[in-house]
Nanobody, 117 residues
């Protein structure tokens, strides 16, 4: 069983920055950050390959957010700059691991990010 624990959320003013962290119990191939705002569906924010050499971002965060990972520490980060009120959401870390037959997805409990105008 894989465990993911997010941290780093909080309240910040528009234009500010936050850095989210996700600690995993290891064995994760592909890591990503999702977010879910009240009344909206959960959406992919950023994704990073197992080695960290490939990343993808939602159009809404390109140029403002950066995903990175430190495999030696089993950590994934999301640096969020130039935050906007519309970035307010619960942010979730997701890990995808090959289970031998199919990929298995694991989720953290989420961390709240609130951006005030």
């Amino acid at each position: 069983q894989v465990q993911l624990v997010e941290s780093g959320g909080g309240l910040v003013q528009a234009g500010g920055s936050l850095r989210l962290s996700c600690a995993s119990s290891g064995g994760i191939l592909i890591m990503s950050w999702y977010r879910q705002a009240p009344g909206k569906q959960r959406e992919l924010v950023a994704l990073i390959s197992s080695g960290g050499g490939s990343t993808n971002y939602a159009d809404s965060v390109k140029g403002r957010f950066t995903i990175s990972r430190d495999n030696a520490k089993n950590m994934v980060y999301l640096q969020m700059n130039s935050l906007k009120p519309e970035d307010t959401a619960i942010y979730y870390c997701k890990g995808r691991k090959w289970g031998g037959v199919r990929y298995e997805d694991y989720w953290g409990q989420g961390t709240q990010v609130t951006v005030s105008s």
